[in-house]
């Protein structure tokens, strides 16, 4: 009898043992399933090429050439103001000394401080003490600006009499000072050409070159001053207006180049091109956009020269791929 308990308490225990061991395994596997490896698409997100099929009569809106290259011509600008009154006091030779041309009692002045003349203008007339002669109207030797007035009716003068009792001014030459970063200074010469432009006149453009080049550097701000002699025959120019000036730096740059109704600006802000090797089927690129002049784009990447690329119309192929497809 007591063999036979101990038989059915060792099946028993045989028997849970097994139920726990399938358990488990189940457990195993359920936990396997769960979780399976993901397998990654690295193609999944690349973008489609873009590109266009032109028919015949499409192939007449647009126009094709080989990628060429350009001279660009590297332009400096910076912000300087007119000066005036610096250059007078700077180069004497700017302001004429008007002196009578004898001695004699001022009887008459004519104009007043900041005037402008025109050469043979009256300034003022004088009596000659020696020969008790009627007056003498003393005129001016250039055209320009009165730039002081010392005479005063009954004052003595002479030929010798310092200061001479009106000094003109020749302002067909103005001053344009600008402070230009340190780091840009070589760039710059003395003798160099500037095209001036001021928002007082509109599309205009003022000729002038350095003239000096400051040796000293502003330790706060890191900028040296330049100095250029603008041409200003008509006196338009007024001291203080804010310049906008333009030099060539350096020498043109040679680079590839495509007209500038080749070249896309997208909604996201990127630069693209069209290019073919059939004349027919048209593919988008992006392209990095440099220097522009007389209508050309420097591109910098995306195009090689001598590769067929749009040229005009690629707006059109542009709106082509943008269309939604007909019906």
């Known amino acids: ?29 359920e936990s396997t399933a769960v979780n ?9 997100n690349a973008p489609a090429e873009a590109a266009v099929e032109l028919s015949g009569d499409q192939l007449n809106a647009i126009q094709i050439a080989p990628v060429g290259t350009y ?18 006091y ?10 009578p041309p004898v001695a004699g009692n001022i009887v008459k002045v004519f104009v007043e401080l900041g005037d402008e003349v025109q ?18 109207v003393v005129r001016s030797p250039i055209a320009g600006q009165i730039t002081s007035v010392n005479a005063t009716p009954g004052l003595f003068v002479s030929p010798s009499s310092a200061p001479a009792p009106v000094s003109v001014a020749d302002v067909s030459t103005k001053w344009l000072l600008a402070n230009v970063p340190e780091a840009g200074a070589t760039l710059y010469r003395v003798g160099q050409p500037l095209k001036v432009t ?40 007024r001291e203080g207006m804010l310049a906008d000036f ?4 350096g020498k043109p740059v040679e680079s590839a180049a495509i007209p500038a109704d080749g070249v896309v600006r997208e909604g996201d802000g990127a630069m693209t091109a069209w290019v073919t090797t ?42 082509m791929l943008q269309a939604p497809p007909s019906d």
């Not at 002038?208 to 330790?219: C, F, M, N, Q």
């Not at 333009?246 to 730096?249: G, L």
């Open 278 to 319: 059939d004349r027919r089927h048209f593919t988008q690129v992006i392209v990095k956009i440099g220097l522009r002049e007389d209508g050309e784009a420097q591109i910098l990447d995306g195009l090689r020269p001598g590769e067929l690329a749009v040229t005009n119309g690629a707006i059109f192929l542009d709106n």
């Open 90 to 99: 700077s180069d004497p030779s700017l302001s004429t000394q008007v002196f």
């Open 1 to 29: 009898m007591k063999c036979l308990v101990q038989a059915k308490a060792a099946a028993a225990l045989a028997i849970f043992a097994a139920i726990v061991l399938f358990q488990s395994g189940c457990s195993r596997g």
């Open 36 to 44: 399976p490896p993901q397998k990654s698409d690295s193609t999944s």
């Open 71 to 88: 001279a660009f011509t590297v332009i400096k600008t910076g912000i300087g103001s007119i000066d005036f009154e610096n250059n007078l």
């Open 119 to 136: 050469k043979d203008a009256p300034l003022y007339s004088i009596e000659n003490s020696a020969t008790n002669q009627a007056e003498t």
């Open 198 to 237: 001021v928002a007082s006149f509109p599309g205009r453009v003022f000729g002038g070159k350095i003239s000096k080049i400051y040796p000293a550097v502003d330790l706060s701000t890191h900028r040296l001053t330049i100095r250029a002699d603008i041409s200003d025959p008509a006196n338009e120019l």
């Open 246 to 249: 333009s030099a060539q730096a």
